[in-house]
Structures are given as C-alpha cells and as structure tokens.
C-alpha cells in the first residue's frame, strides 16, 4: 500500500461524543480522563458506526465453570461496555467461550449496545443450522449482528443459507473469516465474487501481509474489515520488551504499547473495528483507552513502521 496516498476515508468519522459520554459511563474501569473522543467507524454496507475496539474470546473466555475466574471477566467485560465497546467476537470452536459470553452478558450490561458476532464452523447444511441456532441460546440473545463463516469452512453452504438468514432478519451482516495468513488467494477469489459484508483477517504492525491486495479489495468492494490478533496473539510485547516508547506516541494519545498497536492496526484506512483479547481488568482498560483520541496518519503510520523494524 502506498501510504502516501493514505487519507481519512470518508467512511471513517471521528464521533465527538466524549461529553456525552461522560455523562452516561461512570462505570469503574472506565477510561475517559482526558475526556478524548471516541473513534468510531462506519461499516461500508450500510453506514452504521462502531466503536473501532472490540473483544475478541479465544482461548481467554474458553473457562469452563471456573467460577473465581469467571467473577474476574465480569469486571473485564463491564469495563469494556463502560468506555464504549459493543462489538463482542466468538466462534463454537473456542470451547466455553460462547456460554461464557452469555453469562457474562446477563451479569455485565448494558446489553442494548452489544454488537454481538459469532461463526459458524462445521460442515453441511443443518449442522450449520443447528450450531448457529446453539450459539444463540448460548449468548441467550435472539438475534447476533454478524455471522461469519469461519476459516472458509464448507462455504458454499453456509452462505446459501447466511443468506436466506439475512433475509428473514435472522442476522443483520454477513462476513467470513482467516487468520494468520492462511486462504489468502482463495479468500481474494471469494470477496471478489460473493457478496459479504464483513471479513475478518490477521493484521498488526508485524503481520500486514493483508495491506498487499486484501485491505484494498476490502476498500474496493465496500466490505467492513474486522482484525483478529491485533498483538500477533501477544507476541508483539515479546518484542518492546524493556523499551521505552516513543516521544511521539503522545502525538497520537498513546501512553502504552498495546495503545500504540491498536492505533496501528485501526487507523489503516479499510479496517473498520480490531478484536483484541484479554483476560485482565488493566489490559482491558488499556485496549480500551486506544479507541479515543487521535489516530495516526499516513506519516505517522510510517514513522510507526519504520521504528518498529529497529525493534
Ligand atoms: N480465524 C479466525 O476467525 C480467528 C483467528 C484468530 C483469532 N480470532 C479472533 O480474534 C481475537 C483476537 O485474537 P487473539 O486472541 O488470537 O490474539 P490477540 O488479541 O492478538 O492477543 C491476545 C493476547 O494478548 C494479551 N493482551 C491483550 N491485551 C493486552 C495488553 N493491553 N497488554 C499486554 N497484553 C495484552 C492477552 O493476554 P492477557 O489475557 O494476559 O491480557 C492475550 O494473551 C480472538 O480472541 C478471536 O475472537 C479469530
């Protein structure tokens, strides 16, 4: 991507709504001291606007029935509903994680902002039928936001009937899902000639193989861009370990790495909302203090590249 040609996409607004905001989220772990605005962006399709961090759940809601810990992600997901969040990402592959969510949700509120989006992720028709219709009484929600096909899997089918969900109002978007690199030309064919709405992919400072061809198709094609392991799945710490950040990273309101990470990955131009996952109150606010204030530009994000290659 030729970052000098980066501009604010007119699909991208920062919402000024840090005073109203401060009025309605007083909940602990919220983020808002220095009243900055939180960021949000537009899905192409339709022009909704989300909160550009989300939640992921892999592997960190994947519990089971451990009560203390889940005590603990109760106060992790109240923190993150209190600066803002509503995009809530899972998959029936991560074991507990969707009935985790679901408790989660009847014991953190407030629901009414929740954009919840899961997967599915099995072969044929009913199978497909039958594990969407589980997550549901799993979240205990009636309907999700976002359904996706998870790592291309028995595609054709699902869509068909993603689709027919679609247009019963069963779900609002439809979207499909890679990680770490992997189907990126059978997804390029695929988001080239279906209809979706959203896809989901790997991207951070280190992993932009996706800046190449599908972050511009994405762009092209009007499809909202989800970003799963924003923190290469937490190896990027690994990585500044000991270092002291940059002066410059108060030029984009950042205090921390994992701030400065998430700043990287949302301000590309086609990504609409990054999924980080955590299991811990004071990383939780920290991801969450990334969706205010501002965000990098194309020089900036430069300056982010080239400094992080030193590493
Ligand atoms: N194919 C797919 O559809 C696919 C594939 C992969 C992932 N995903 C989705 O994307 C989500 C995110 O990806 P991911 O969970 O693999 O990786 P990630 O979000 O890049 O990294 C998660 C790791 O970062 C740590 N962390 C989080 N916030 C931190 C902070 N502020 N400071 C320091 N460490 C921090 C977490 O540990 P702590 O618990 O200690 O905070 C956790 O170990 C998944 O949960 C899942 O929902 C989808």
């Known amino acids: 991507m030729n970052l000098n040609h980066y501009s604010m996409s007119r699909r991208t607004f920062v919402a000024t709504l840090a005073a109203a905001l401060s009025a309605v989220w ?5 983020v808002r001291a220095a009243q900055k605005a939180l960021i949000r962006k537009t899905i192409p399709g339709t022009g909704e606007a989300l909160p550009v961090i989300g939640l992921g759940s892999s592997r960190t809601f994947d519990i089971g029935r451990d009560q203390a810990v889940l005590n ?27 009935q985790v969510i679901g408790e989660l949700l009847q014991r953190s509120g407030p629901q009414n902002k929740l954009f919840a989006a899961t997967k599915v992720w099995t072969d044929g028709e009913q199978d497909g ?4 219709e589980d997550s549901l009484k799993k979240w205990r929600i009636d309907r999700f ?13 699902h869509l068909k009937t993603l689709h027919d969900w679609k247009a019963t109002s069963k779900i609002r978007y439809i979207g499909i899902t890679t990680s770490h690199g992997r189907y990126h030309d059978e997804l390029e064919t695929i988001l080239r000639n279906e209809p979706f709405d959203f896809v989901q992919l790997s991207y951070n400072i280190e992993d932009r193989s996706v800046e190449q061809r599908l972050l511009p198709l994405a762009a092209e094609r009007g ?7 924003p923190f290469q799945r937490g190896a990027l710490f690994g990585k500044v370990k000991g270092q002291t950040l940059p002066d410059w990273a108060a030029e984009i309101d950042c205090n921390s790495w994992g ?9 590309h131009p086609a990504v609409t909302c990054a999924i980080p996952a955590t299991t811990k109150l004071h990383h939780m606010q920290d991801n969450m203090a990334a969706g205010f204030g501002q965000l990098p530009d194309a020089t900036m994000r430069k300056r982010m590249v080239d400094f992080y290659a030193t590493l």
């Not at 039928?129 to 969407?132: A, K, Y």
């Open 223 to 229: 499809i909202a861009v989800l970003v799963n392991r």
């Open 145 to 157: 936001d976002l359904m996706q096909i998870h790592n291309l899997r028995d595609w054709q089918v």
């Open 26 to 30: 007083l909940a602990p772990g919220t």
């Open 129 to 132: 039928i039958r594990q969407m």
């Open 259 to 267: 701030q400065l990470f998430l700043k990287f990955t949302v301000s």
């Open 72 to 98: 603990n992600l109760v106060e992790v997901m109240q923190a993150f509903f209190a600066n803002g969040g509503q995009l809530i990402d899972s998959s029936p592959m991560y074991g507990s994680a969707e």
